[in-house]
């Protein structure tokens, strides 16, 4: 059984979960520095063709300090929102670096990016009509939809038929005429297949896609891959990563053959996400309740579906430990079936169903691996709960408070109360 981020394998460094939550409180977000770095290395290197860029896809994670290491290590960045611009700057990306990639935003949300000299792409005829409007003479991409999709998830796949994103195929010949309307300079060509892939064979069909298509314009500087490399989420059972070797060498070769005959310098880029920042976080929570219901075993606790949707949204799955007195519990003989349920007021919140874990007490610590991506990011205050804080133990092993956790207050700060 693999497990690569117990507290066996130092993710806590000297902390145990257990002084964690004595120090911050319970439930908490727990970041591992050397993983994070790590995991933009491994994108910075996926190829050998000297210009080539991974840029985050700030959606999967937004803390500022998370944002400022990813930059240290030199990727850039990517927004879907003026609020992630606002974020981005404020963690030191230059605009030059952030690539604005928006779904259905008004003008304004369009200006705030021009304003700021941030490239954008439009992802429909009418966004870039808009953009033209507003922007005529500038600098765009164009987010196309290759026609293929992939994801774990339907709700994760954007592009193939049946997506709202990107301009369909048949469609870029009047996209190539609204760019001539406005005298807009077409810089680069974007695309986004979906989320979470671990065999990399659709992927590289869809580059090989787009990179048809690209030969068609002329003078292009760059050509954006999308996100969507995943993560093994079951590695208690065995999964095995994304094969980066085989997908980086793959890639090189095309790329390189491509650019070689487009007879242009060329910069290509990809979006990961939560290749990224996934495997450095974990959610830690603590059981309040053990309860019978209908012969399943309920573990109650704190770690309701506004600290972590994804099990609610996608059915996705989360490996989970269970810690006690500073340690890990072992799996084995003992584990027990039992579904692991959060505090809030609806039956779907629902962690993890009929899983076998070692027999759990009150006041045991539950670690819910695999949670740095889209976890803080869709965390909310439903029920009134109070988002947690967020910890960072930094490569020196000491830890730091990122991000405080709600207060009360919060919850009342947007009131126009007299
Ligand atoms: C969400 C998103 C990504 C990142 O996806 P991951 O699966 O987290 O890598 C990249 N590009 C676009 C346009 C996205 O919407």
Redesign the pocket.
Known sequence: MIKYFTIENNFFGENSPKKLLDTYGSPLYVYNEQILRRRCQDMLSLVSYPKFIPSF?T??NSNVKLLQIIKEEGLYA?A?SPGEIYVLESAGFRPEEIFF?P?NVSKEEMSYAIDRGILMSADSLSQLETFGQINSGGSVAL?LNPGIGIGHHKK?I?AGLDTK?GINLEDVEIAKDIISKYNLNLVGL?Q?I???FLDSTPFIESVKNLLDIARGFKNLQFIDF?????IPYRKQSGENPLDLKQLGTRLTSIITSWARDYGQDILFKI??????V?ESGILLGTVHSIKENGGITYIGTDIGFNTIMRPVLYDAHHDIEVYRDGNLLPSGKNDKKVTIVGNICESGDIISKDIELPNIKLGDIIGIIDAG??GYSMASNYNNRLRPAEVLIENGGQTSLIRRRDTLDDLLRNFTLT
């Open positions: 896809s959606k999967a990517d879907m990639i779904n987010r994760v954007t994103f974007n986004h979906g989320s979470l999308g996100g969507g490399f995943g979006e990961p996400g939560r290749y990224i996934a991506a889209y």
